[in-house]
């Protein structure tokens, strides 16, 4: 419910600046940076979501092994993602018309989202093969295809 709000939140701003800029030509700038730092917010939240489902949390079991690890890594995204998104805004030429993986923070995210599928990779092969039932690893075959794709689609 988090990610989603977030999600709306980031569209809502977005659809406000650019309603604005039909207006003016200039738009609301602090909505579209406050718009793209809800988008890291709700990626980062859907990324937890995964990642936590992909650790077992819910499906196998109600406790949550290795919260500590898993708590560090997304704080650790969440810093990295604000970062690359205000380098970003802030660094990009008004002008430019240069796409966002075209530079440098879009690279890094990138490269980000690469280390992020091998963990959730390592993760989900981990709890599949502690799994018993075979109706939860159908599950998790399905979760890490689906998912899986998901990441590339980043």
């Known amino acids: 419910t988090l990610s989603l709000v977030l999600w709306w939140l980031f569209i809502t701003c977005l659809m406000i600046h ?3 800029y039909n207006g003016n030509g200039v738009g609301v700038p602090f909505l579209q940076g406050l718009g793209h730092v809800f988008e890291v917010f709700a ?14 949390w819910t499906i196998s079991s109600t406790v949550l092994r290795n919260r ?15 970062i690359l998104a205000i380098w970003d805004l802030v660094g990009r030429d008004p002008a430019s018309t240069e796409y966002i993986y075209d530079a440098a923070p879009g690279i890094l995210i990138v490269c980000l989202h690469v280390v992020l599928f091998f963990w959730f990779l390592w993760r ?16 998790y075959k399905w979760f890490g295809f689906l ?8």
């Open 43 to 56: 990626r980062v939240v859907f990324l937890l979501l995964v990642m936590l489902i992909a650790t077992g």
């Open 124 to 139: 989900l092969r981990a709890t599949a093969r502690d799994e018993v039932h075979t109706e939860k690893i159908k599950f």
């Open 147 to 154: 998912y899986g794709a998901w990441f590339f689609l980043l």
């Open 18 to 20: 650019w309603a604005v």
């Open 68 to 82: 500590a690890h898993i708590l560090i890594a997304v704080a650790i995204v969440l810093v990295v993602y604000l």
